[in-house]
């Protein structure tokens, strides 16, 4: 019998996997012990990853629950449960941010500029131009977020570098995914207070529209 906090066949959940976010991931099947995923070929998770998954627990936030992937087939994935899923409120997993400026610094090069595409109090997602990085890379990241400026040491966990080709060819565009490798609750407070902050900007800028 199945437990009831588990998300319903055909339903859709959110996956974490190396700090990248997949929000709309369906479930295929769900036991206490395994749950079946049903994914994009280009989004597929690594053999043995270690995965976070998220389902909606209205209204006190939503369920969470650690597994490893077992088997990857065709585009179904199956992930082994590593424990019971928990409530996780609203404050352990906030995300947002989006156009701030960061900057990237490896041992050996310049520093790099770039600009956040989102952020969240354990990893980002950033674009910077002509950087040499790769998975498994130890950096450091300096983010402005508000008024306050944060550094935390990271791991790149997945690295996409693209060459601009039109209108004519043009510099290396590296999207970086980073996981932060020290926790560091005064600055994970000063992310989470600044995200919390724009989310309130926008609700207050939607009904004043």
Known sequence: MSTPMLPADGSYIELTSYGETLPDVRVVQATA???TLSLALD??????????????AAPRGRYAVAG???AVDGNRVRVTLSGEPAIEQSRDYVRGGGGEPIVLILPGQAAA???IHDLSEG???AHFTDVEVAAGD???LRMQVGDEIVEFPARAVKVNSVRQQIPRRGPLI???????TTADEHQARIIRRYIFSQQL????AARGS
């Not at 989004?43 to 909606?56: F, G, M, Q, S, Y």
């Open 33 to 35: 012990a395994m749950i």
């Open 43 to 56: 989004d597929l998770p690594a053999a043995d990853a270690e995965v976070t998954l998220r389902w909606a």
């Open 68 to 70: 490893n992937v077992a």
């Open 113 to 115: 500029e770039g600009t």
């Open 123 to 125: 990893a980002v997602r």
């Open 138 to 140: 130890d950096i450091t």
């Open 174 to 180: 590296v999207e970086l995914v980073a996981v932060f």
């Open 201 to 204: 900007n926008a609700r207050a």
